[in-house]
């Protein structure tokens, strides 16, 4: 894996923590599930991008 492979993934981990974190604090469970259900998606996303 490459340097910029794992500058984004590193990138994307933190992005989504604090979107996370932000939906938590808001009480918006429905927003922490759609995160959640999109973060896999955005990583096979940057592997892939960054694999091609």
Do not use: F, G, K
């Amino acid at each position: 894996m490459n340097d910029r492979t794992v500058a984004r993934l590193q990138e994307l981990e933190v992005s989504y923590t604090v979107a996370v974190n932000e939906a938590v604090a808001e009480d918006r469970d429905d927003l922490v599930r759609e995160l959640v259900a999109e973060y896999p998606n955005a990583i096979a996303e940057a592997l892939t991008r960054d694999a091609a």
